[in-house]
């Protein structure tokens, strides 16, 4: 059981770490910039000079919460702590990342 966990905790520090490789060419404002390539590779160059400054569409930070909320499931289940209903903890860890909507709860934070 301990190299599964390991393999997962190596997973997700590559997701972690690849957060925001995929956003300069998978979000939908640089496809809408311009149709060809290079409009898209300026786009993912201004990004990196200037964070934010092309797209503000959440989702590396929304993978980062879900890199999180998985380690922390992780460690739960992993010798963490004993919740009273662990099931319902894990699913208040899974909504985590989408905090950030109009629909989330405050009161699903766990």
């Known amino acids: 059981?301990?190299?599964?966990?390991q393999f997962l905790r190596?997973?997700?520090?590559?997701?972690?770490?690849?957060?925001?490789g995929w956003h300069d060419?998978?979000?939908?404002?640089?496809?809408?910039l311009d149709a060809g390539l290079?409009?898209?590779i300026a786009a993912a160059r201004m990004l990196e000079d200037v964070p934010g400054a092309v797209c503000d569409c959440g989702g590396p930070a929304r993978v980062l919460a879900d890199v999180n909320a998985?380690?922390?499931?992780?460690?739960?289940?992993w010798g963490?702590?004993?919740?009273?209903?662990?099931?319902t903890h894990?699913?208040?860890?899974?909504?985590?990342?989408?905090?950030d909507r109009p629909d989330?709860?405050?009161?699903?934070r766990p």
Do not use: F, S
């Not at 997700?12 to 957060?19: F, G, T």
């Not at 998985?70 to 289940?77: A, F, G, L, N, Y």
């Not at 989330?104 to 699903?108: A, E, F, G, Q, S």
């Open 90 to 99: 894990h699913l208040r860890l899974l909504a985590l990342p989408y905090a």
């Open 70 to 77: 998985k380690r922390r499931m992780i460690d739960d289940v």
């Open 38 to 40: 290079l409009a898209q």
């Open 80 to 87: 963490g702590p004993d919740h009273d209903d662990m099931w």
């Open 10 to 20: 190596a997973q997700l520090d590559r997701e972690a770490a690849r957060a925001t």
């Open 25 to 32: 060419l998978e979000c939908d404002i640089h496809e809408h």
């Open 104 to 108: 989330y709860r405050d009161t699903w």
């Open 1 to 5: 059981m301990d190299d599964l966990v």
